[in-house]
């Protein structure tokens, strides 16, 4: 079973940007490269397939954040 959440950001300052989910065992489940988003908020959808804990690496031109979020089936 898919479930689907949104990843909501809010970008200080434009650049390239991507967004990377990891597991518990730090292997990338997901990936997508946004190319050059604008400053402001963007909205971003994702389907994971299995319950658990997940790591959400952001990626805009010099910054990088990471957050870690919980999947509940």
Excluded: K
Aim: hydrophobic share 40%; proline share 1%; net charge negative.
């Amino acid at each position: 079973m898919l479930t689907a959440a949104t990843l909501s950001v809010n970008l200080l300052s434009g650049g390239s940007t991507t967004i990377r989910l990891f597991d518990v065992c730090g292997r990338v489940v997901w990936s997508t490269n946004l190319g050059l988003q604008t400053a402001g908020y963007h909205e971003i959808s994702i389907e994971i397939s299995d319950p658990g804990v997940y790591f959400c690496r952001m990626t805009s031109g010099d910054f990088t954040e990471t957050q870690s979020f919980v999947v509940i089936e």
